[in-house]
Protein backbone atom coordinates (compact mmCIF):
# COMPACT_ATOMS: atom_id res chain seq x y z
CA UNK A 1 0.00 0.00 0.00
CA UNK A 2 1.06 3.27 -1.16
CA UNK A 3 2.21 5.82 1.91
CA UNK A 4 1.02 9.05 1.15
CA UNK A 5 2.23 11.94 3.26
CA UNK A 6 -0.41 14.26 4.48
CA UNK A 7 2.07 18.11 3.97
CA UNK A 8 1.79 20.67 6.38
CA UNK A 9 0.13 24.00 5.04
CA UNK A 10 1.66 27.77 5.91
CA UNK A 11 -1.46 29.13 7.09
CA UNK A 12 -5.22 28.77 7.05
CA UNK A 13 -6.29 30.88 3.97
CA UNK A 14 -7.80 28.95 0.84
CA UNK A 15 -4.27 29.00 -1.34
CA UNK A 16 -2.21 28.22 1.58
CA UNK A 17 -4.75 24.70 1.88
CA UNK A 18 -5.16 24.44 -1.26
CA UNK A 19 -1.66 24.26 -1.54
CA UNK A 20 -1.12 21.38 1.37
CA UNK A 21 -4.17 19.54 -0.44
CA UNK A 22 -2.84 19.49 -3.64
CA UNK A 23 0.81 18.03 -2.58
CA UNK A 24 -0.79 15.58 -0.98
CA UNK A 25 -3.23 14.31 -3.13
CA UNK A 26 -1.36 14.92 -6.85
CA UNK A 27 0.13 11.12 -6.52
CA UNK A 28 -3.24 9.35 -6.12
CA UNK A 29 -5.04 7.41 -8.59
CA UNK A 30 -8.52 7.99 -7.98
CA UNK A 31 -9.97 5.43 -5.05
CA UNK A 32 -6.45 3.79 -5.29
CA UNK A 33 -5.70 2.39 -1.53
CA UNK A 34 -3.44 4.12 0.51
CA UNK A 35 -1.96 5.18 3.79
CA UNK A 36 -2.24 8.46 4.99
CA UNK A 37 0.76 9.40 7.22
CA UNK A 38 -0.02 11.96 9.25
CA UNK A 39 2.98 11.84 11.54
CA UNK A 40 4.76 15.21 11.04
CA UNK A 41 1.41 17.22 11.46
CA UNK A 42 1.10 19.02 14.34
CA UNK A 43 -2.01 20.92 12.69
CA UNK A 44 -4.40 20.19 10.11
CA UNK A 45 -6.48 22.48 7.86
CA UNK A 46 -10.11 21.43 7.55
CA UNK A 47 -9.58 21.10 3.58
CA UNK A 48 -7.67 18.03 4.03
CA UNK A 49 -9.18 17.06 6.92
CA UNK A 50 -13.06 16.75 4.77
CA UNK A 51 -11.09 15.68 1.58
CA UNK A 52 -9.18 12.71 3.27
CA UNK A 53 -12.04 11.67 5.58
CA UNK A 54 -14.16 11.84 2.15
CA UNK A 55 -11.41 9.67 0.41
CA UNK A 56 -10.99 7.36 2.09
CA UNK A 57 -14.84 6.20 3.08
CA UNK A 58 -14.61 5.74 -0.44
CA UNK A 59 -11.74 4.24 -0.98
CA UNK A 60 -11.30 1.91 2.26
CA UNK A 61 -7.60 3.45 2.64
CA UNK A 62 -6.01 3.83 6.05
CA UNK A 63 -4.62 7.05 8.34
CA UNK A 64 -1.24 6.70 9.81
CA UNK A 65 -1.64 9.19 13.14
CA UNK A 66 0.32 7.88 16.59
CA UNK A 67 -1.64 8.65 19.59
CA UNK A 68 0.80 11.25 20.97
CA UNK A 69 0.58 13.09 18.46
CA UNK A 70 -0.49 16.73 19.10
CA UNK A 71 -3.42 16.26 16.63
CA UNK A 72 -4.47 12.91 17.68
CA UNK A 73 -6.85 14.59 20.88
CA UNK A 74 -8.37 16.77 18.34
CA UNK A 75 -8.85 14.70 15.35
CA UNK A 76 -10.56 12.07 17.60
CA UNK A 77 -12.81 14.62 18.93
CA UNK A 78 -14.13 15.30 15.46
CA UNK A 79 -14.34 11.81 14.66
CA UNK A 80 -11.82 12.10 11.70
CA UNK A 81 -11.90 10.53 9.01
CA UNK A 82 -15.09 8.06 9.89
CA UNK A 83 -17.53 11.09 10.96
CA UNK A 84 -20.90 11.17 12.08
CA UNK A 85 -24.59 10.52 10.77
CA UNK A 86 -25.96 10.30 13.87
CA UNK A 87 -28.48 13.47 15.26
CA UNK A 88 -27.59 12.34 18.53
CA UNK A 89 -23.92 12.76 18.37
CA UNK A 90 -23.87 15.90 16.73
CA UNK A 91 -26.59 17.90 18.51
CA UNK A 92 -24.30 17.76 21.72
CA UNK A 93 -21.51 18.73 20.13
CA UNK A 94 -20.18 22.46 21.51
CA UNK A 95 -17.39 23.14 20.34
CA UNK A 96 -15.58 25.90 17.89
CA UNK A 97 -15.56 23.25 15.31
CA UNK A 98 -17.96 20.33 14.15
CA UNK A 99 -17.93 16.88 13.83
CA UNK A 100 -17.03 15.75 10.18
CA UNK A 101 -20.59 14.93 9.60
CA UNK A 102 -22.37 12.74 6.78
CA UNK A 103 -25.23 12.88 4.86
CA UNK A 104 -26.42 9.39 3.19
CA UNK A 105 -28.42 9.18 0.96
CA UNK A 106 -29.37 5.95 2.00
CA UNK A 107 -31.04 7.37 5.09
CA UNK A 108 -34.55 8.43 4.89
CA UNK A 109 -34.77 12.46 3.89
CA UNK A 110 -36.43 13.63 7.01
CA UNK A 111 -33.35 12.12 9.11
CA UNK A 112 -30.92 13.48 6.71
CA UNK A 113 -32.82 16.82 7.27
CA UNK A 114 -32.38 16.41 10.81
CA UNK A 115 -28.56 15.78 10.75
CA UNK A 116 -27.91 19.03 8.21
CA UNK A 117 -30.12 20.87 10.99
CA UNK A 118 -27.68 19.72 13.61
CA UNK A 119 -25.22 20.96 11.92
CA UNK A 120 -26.57 24.63 11.03
CA UNK A 121 -27.46 25.01 14.65
CA UNK A 122 -23.35 24.32 15.21
CA UNK A 123 -22.66 27.25 12.93
CA UNK A 124 -24.97 29.64 14.31
CA UNK A 125 -23.44 28.95 17.97
CA UNK A 126 -20.01 29.29 16.66
CA UNK A 127 -21.01 32.77 14.57
CA UNK A 128 -23.42 34.31 17.23
CA UNK A 129 -26.93 35.66 16.94
CA UNK A 130 -26.69 38.55 14.50
CA UNK A 131 -29.48 39.38 12.37
CA UNK A 132 -30.26 37.63 9.09
CA UNK A 133 -27.16 35.38 9.99
CA UNK A 134 -29.17 32.22 10.06
CA UNK A 135 -30.74 33.13 6.77
CA UNK A 136 -27.32 33.90 5.20
CA UNK A 137 -25.87 30.49 6.35
CA UNK A 138 -28.44 28.66 5.44
CA UNK A 139 -28.51 29.55 1.81
CA UNK A 140 -25.26 28.39 0.67
CA UNK A 141 -25.16 25.50 3.12
CA UNK A 142 -28.53 24.46 1.97
CA UNK A 143 -27.74 24.66 -1.97
CA UNK A 144 -24.35 23.29 -2.42
CA UNK A 145 -25.03 20.19 -0.04
CA UNK A 146 -28.20 19.85 -2.45
CA UNK A 147 -25.84 19.62 -5.18
CA UNK A 148 -24.15 16.21 -3.77
CA UNK A 149 -27.76 14.18 -3.94
CA UNK A 150 -29.44 16.34 -7.22
CA UNK A 151 -26.25 17.04 -9.71
CA UNK A 152 -23.54 14.94 -8.52
CA UNK A 153 -25.31 11.34 -8.12
CA UNK A 154 -23.61 10.72 -4.72
CA UNK A 155 -24.49 8.74 -2.33
CA UNK A 156 -22.36 10.39 0.39
CA UNK A 157 -21.83 14.29 0.78
CA UNK A 158 -19.47 14.97 4.13
CA UNK A 159 -19.46 18.42 5.87
CA UNK A 160 -16.94 19.93 8.35
CA UNK A 161 -17.00 23.49 9.56
CA UNK A 162 -13.95 24.79 12.01
CA UNK A 163 -13.47 28.67 13.19
CA UNK A 164 -10.59 30.45 14.40
CA UNK A 165 -11.55 32.61 16.69
CA UNK A 166 -8.12 34.81 16.87
CA UNK A 167 -8.73 35.59 13.23
CA UNK A 168 -12.78 35.96 13.81
CA UNK A 169 -13.27 33.73 11.09
CA UNK A 170 -15.15 30.60 10.27
CA UNK A 171 -14.39 27.68 7.47
CA UNK A 172 -16.68 25.32 5.83
CA UNK A 173 -15.87 22.37 3.89
CA UNK A 174 -18.27 20.57 1.86
CA UNK A 175 -17.29 17.06 -0.09
CA UNK A 176 -18.38 14.60 -2.37
CA UNK A 177 -16.91 11.78 -4.73
CA UNK A 178 -19.88 11.98 -7.18
CA UNK A 179 -19.67 12.11 -11.24
CA UNK A 180 -18.64 15.87 -10.85
CA UNK A 181 -19.30 19.10 -12.97
CA UNK A 182 -17.90 17.75 -16.52
CA UNK A 183 -19.59 14.78 -16.44
CA UNK A 184 -23.16 16.30 -15.14
CA UNK A 185 -22.94 18.53 -18.60
CA UNK A 186 -21.77 15.49 -20.55
CA UNK A 187 -24.49 13.35 -19.01
CA UNK A 188 -27.26 15.94 -18.84
CA UNK A 189 -27.02 18.00 -21.58
CA UNK A 190 -24.34 16.01 -24.14
CA UNK A 191 -21.89 18.62 -23.49
CA UNK A 192 -18.08 17.90 -24.01
CA UNK A 193 -15.76 20.15 -21.74
CA UNK A 194 -13.15 20.36 -19.85
CA UNK A 195 -13.15 20.49 -16.57
CA UNK A 196 -11.99 24.18 -16.74
CA UNK A 197 -14.75 25.10 -19.29
CA UNK A 198 -17.40 23.27 -17.25
CA UNK A 199 -16.45 25.04 -14.07
CA UNK A 200 -16.99 28.16 -15.87
CA UNK A 201 -20.07 27.46 -17.01
CA UNK A 202 -21.43 26.22 -13.21
CA UNK A 203 -20.33 29.75 -12.39
CA UNK A 204 -22.54 31.44 -15.01
CA UNK A 205 -25.31 30.19 -13.30
CA UNK A 206 -25.89 27.81 -16.29
CA UNK A 207 -27.81 24.69 -15.41
CA UNK A 208 -27.47 21.12 -16.48
CA UNK A 209 -31.16 20.86 -16.67
CA UNK A 210 -33.05 23.39 -18.50
CA UNK A 211 -36.26 23.54 -16.39
CA UNK A 212 -34.40 23.48 -13.21
CA UNK A 213 -31.75 25.38 -10.82
CA UNK A 214 -28.37 25.16 -11.80
CA UNK A 215 -25.67 24.33 -9.06
CA UNK A 216 -26.15 26.87 -6.66
CA UNK A 217 -22.09 27.78 -6.93
CA UNK A 218 -23.16 31.11 -8.89
CA UNK A 219 -25.09 32.38 -6.57
CA UNK A 220 -23.70 31.08 -3.34
CA UNK A 221 -20.51 32.91 -4.38
CA UNK A 222 -22.05 36.02 -4.50
CA UNK A 223 -23.55 35.57 -1.11
CA UNK A 224 -19.86 34.61 0.53
CA UNK A 225 -17.91 36.75 -1.12
CA UNK A 226 -20.19 39.85 -1.63
CA UNK A 227 -22.14 39.77 1.65
CA UNK A 228 -19.98 37.98 4.27
CA UNK A 229 -17.18 39.93 2.63
CA UNK A 230 -15.33 35.87 2.43
CA UNK A 231 -13.78 33.74 0.43
CA UNK A 232 -14.51 30.74 -1.82
CA UNK A 233 -13.09 27.59 -3.69
CA UNK A 234 -14.35 25.17 -6.00
CA UNK A 235 -12.38 22.13 -7.28
CA UNK A 236 -13.93 19.57 -10.16
CA UNK A 237 -12.10 17.26 -12.04
CA UNK A 238 -8.09 19.16 -12.36
CA UNK A 239 -9.95 22.41 -12.21
CA UNK A 240 -10.31 25.31 -9.08
CA UNK A 241 -11.72 28.37 -9.08
CA UNK A 242 -10.46 30.52 -5.92
CA UNK A 243 -12.26 34.17 -5.24
CA UNK A 244 -10.54 36.05 -2.41
CA UNK A 245 -9.80 39.88 -1.57
CA UNK A 246 -11.66 40.51 -4.91
CA UNK A 247 -9.37 38.41 -7.02
CA UNK A 248 -10.51 35.40 -9.36
CA UNK A 249 -8.37 32.53 -10.03
CA UNK A 250 -9.34 29.68 -12.25
CA UNK A 251 -6.89 27.37 -13.33
CA UNK A 252 -5.91 23.44 -13.84
CA UNK A 253 -4.06 21.24 -11.44
CA UNK A 254 -1.19 19.21 -12.80
CA UNK A 255 -1.25 15.62 -12.86
CA UNK A 256 -4.27 15.97 -10.26
CA UNK A 257 -8.08 14.79 -10.63
CA UNK A 258 -10.80 14.98 -8.20
CA UNK A 259 -13.88 12.52 -9.35
CA UNK A 260 -16.14 15.01 -7.70
CA UNK A 261 -16.46 18.92 -6.27
CA UNK A 262 -15.32 20.17 -3.36
CA UNK A 263 -16.76 23.68 -2.09
CA UNK A 264 -15.05 25.31 0.45
CA UNK A 265 -15.63 28.64 2.09
CA UNK A 266 -14.12 31.20 4.50
CA UNK A 267 -15.98 34.04 5.66
CA UNK A 268 -15.41 36.18 8.65
CA UNK A 269 -17.63 36.50 12.07
CA UNK A 270 -20.80 38.70 10.92
CA UNK A 271 -20.52 41.89 13.13
CA UNK A 272 -24.25 43.11 11.74
CA UNK A 273 -27.41 42.55 9.87
CA UNK A 274 -27.09 40.69 6.78
CA UNK A 275 -29.61 40.78 4.12
CA UNK A 276 -29.37 37.96 1.35
CA UNK A 277 -32.11 39.39 -1.39
CA UNK A 278 -29.25 41.26 -2.75
CA UNK A 279 -27.25 38.49 -3.64
CA UNK A 280 -30.35 35.78 -4.33
CA UNK A 281 -31.62 35.52 -7.77
Known amino acids: MKNIKVYKNSGDSLISQLESFYKTFKEINDLEKVSFDLTELNWINPLLINTISTYTYHSKSEILVPNDSKIYPYLNKISFPDGVNSVAKIAHFNKSYTPVSKLDSNVDSLARNKIFDCFLDLIYKIIGEVPGAKTAMFYPLTELTNNIFEHSKSKMGFLFGQSFEHKKCLDICIVDKGRGIKKSYEEEKGLHYTDEEALTESLKGHSTKNAERGFGIHTSGKLICQGFGG ?6 GNAVYIQTKGKE ?30 YIE
Not at 231 to 236: A, P, T, V
Open 231 to 236: EYMIIS
Open 249 to 278: ILTTLKGFNWEGVIVMYKIPFPKGKIDITP
